[in-house]
């Protein structure tokens, strides 16, 4: 397909019109407070009707509350710094991040990823480089930044076309987006205190204390890199490549970035960096073991909710990137004080500003919803209508897959979609008996199968500028039927995988179930 083809093509036209479509929608944060408001005026509407429904909490009709009646709005008021200060994804997202921001400033994160492509062979190219791109999850947008650039450099120094070392990359960082490799990523405990706070919206007494692991989804999206990486080296292989062969690499020669390897003192501080989490896991192994250890719950359990070692899952996080970032820091010259470890915890802090507004504006709308009786609701009539409609459980599945696939098109950011749609979701589901690490689950299918092919995506123009280092007319029609094979095959694939892994019963990670209650 030319260039012309693909901007008049109509896939080029409906992604335009979903583009303006997009853009008019107001930012997230706005967004989030614009719902707010909206749960008051419907809090106020909705309050004189007496319902059918009956509230499992109280055996009585359901009651909506009034939310700008004087002592409800006073109550909001007067906890709106706890609300916003106790929210759960606020927290663990910014302790994360201290860590991995010092592993990413003294280029700890940039040294791993170049050394494991320069040791690659080109027959494992492809398959390689989309594993790396999912390794880089765990620090954030690194992938963008670094190895989609980089998947481009070591496609081109092999003598193949850079757009499929492009395409594999973002088909790993971000069509993956949602898989793990090895190590979580800090999506993980995010998305999971969403899901906790939604599934606490629930109308079952018994959901008031539920505690989600962070790690609930853990064995899943482990399982799921197999399953990215074997669908992205076929079709990067025997199809996309294939068809960029009429694509001409028209880059200034001298422009055209190149991959350099790592120095004496890059190597160097990489394996010290290295030797230190291997340390690091050694002691945490041998402080775990014992049956009496004080990391287990009071039954001996480990991976149990209640056991300290599910519950510092973010500090070890926080602890695995610090300590061989700030090894590799010092070994390799990165740094030379301890001011500069400091640094780099305050540039990775100055980057979750726009975060942290997102984030108190999603907080009030979550507590807003809770109180108000919309949610409990909302969940009790959307599971009475399913019950009714009697859809196969995996019917409801692919639905959630593909309602997020295509709600991700218009909202980009993975946590502010799931706290927009999870608020109603998870709950409405629990009446049903699905647990809300299997929504959970279903929902991360379908908002990485769509990412590599909405223009909204935040880094979608930046891959695009990418591509036109190596083809000057590289568009976003472009770039989007270039990933739109990646997509239909993963959300088709990805979808299948999961239904699999629930039919077998194989558990989705650590702490998780299928059913809701959970069947101990």
């Not at 694509?247 to 160097?268: C, F």
């Not at 394996?271 to 896991?281: I, Q």
């Not at 919803?369 to 196969?392: C, D, R, T, V």
Request: hydrophobic share 55%; with cysteine.
């Amino acid at each position: 397909m030319t260039s012309s083809a693909v901007k008049t093509s109509w896939l080029n036209r409906s992604l335009n019109a979903i583009e303006r479509i997009g853009n008019k929608l107001p930012d997230p944060a706005i967004l989030f407070a614009l719902l707010m408001f909206l749960v008051w005026g419907l809090s106020w509407a909705l309050s004189g009707v007496t319902f059918t429904d009956i509230d499992p909490r109280t055996g009585q009709p359901f009651q909506v509350k009034n939310l700008l009646e004087g002592a409800a709005f006073a109550d909001f008021m007067a906890k709106m710094v706890s609300t916003f200060v106790n929210f759960p994804p606020l927290g663990v997202v910014l302790v994360a991040m201290l860590g991995l921001g010092v592993a990413e400033y003294t280029g700890f994160i940039n040294a791993g990823l170049r050394s494991i492509l320069a040791v690659t062979s080109k027959s494992l190219l492809t398959p390689v480089l989309i594993a790396v791109g999912i390794l880089s999850h765990v620090a954030v947008d690194a992938g963008y930044v670094l190895v989609i650039p980089l998947g481009a450099v070591i496609f081109y120094a092999a003598g193949r076309h850079p757009l499929a070392g492009i395409a594999a990359a973002f088909a790993g960082v971000s069509g993956g987006f949602a898989a793990t490799l090895f190590v979580p990523s800090s999506l993980d405990p995010l998305l999971a205190g969403l899901t906790q706070a939604s599934a606490r919206l629930s109308a079952d007494p018994a959901a008031a204390s539920l505690v989600i692991n962070p790690l609930n989804n853990y064995y899943f999206t482990t399982a799921s890199v197999v399953l990215i990486v074997i669908v992205g080296w076929i079709l990067t292989d025997k199809f996309v490549e294939p068809r960029l062969q009429q694509t001409k690499v028209d880059g200034d020669p001298e422009q055209l970035p190149s991959m350099e390897p790592l120095n004496d003192s890059e190597r160097k501080g990489l394996r010290f960096a290295l030797l230190s989490m291997l340390v690091a896991a050694a002691v945490l192994v041998a402080a775990v073991w014992p049956e009496n250890s004080a990391w287990r719950s009071g039954t001996g359990e480990l991976t149990a909710a209640s056991a300290p070692l599910m519950q510092s899952i973010v500090g070890l996080i926080f602890v695995f990137f610090l300590l061989p970032g700030i090894v590799y820091g010092y070994v390799s010259g990165k740094v030379k004080t301890h001011r500069d470890v400091v640094q780099g915890m305050s540039k990775a802090m100055s980057g979750m500003g726009y975060y942290i507004v997102m984030a108190f504006f999603c907080a009030q709308f979550i507590f807003a919803f809770g109180q108000s009786n919309l949610g409990a609701l909302l969940a009790i009539k959307g599971a009475n209508y399913l019950q009714e409609m009697a859809f196969p459980m995996a019917l409801n599945l692919v639905g959630l897959v593909l309602l997020t696939g295509l709600v991700n098109l218009v909202i980009g950011s993975a946590s502010a979609k799931w706290a927009l749609i999870g608020a109603i979701l998870v709950p409405m589901l629990m009446q049903l008996g699905v647990s809300p690490d299997l929504t959970q689950a279903a929902y991360r299918v379908g908002d990485s199968s769509t990412n590599i092919i909405t223009p909204l995506m935040p880094y979608f123009p930046l891959i695009v500028v990418f591509c036109q280092k190596y083809v000057k007319s590289t568009g976003i029609g472009t770039l989007v039927a270039l990933m739109l094979p990646y997509s239909i095959t993963l959300l088709v694939c990805w979808t299948a995988f999961l239904i699999l892994f629930w039919m077998l019963g194989i558990p989705l990670g650590i702490g998780a179930s299928y059913q809701y209650p959970a069947i101990p």
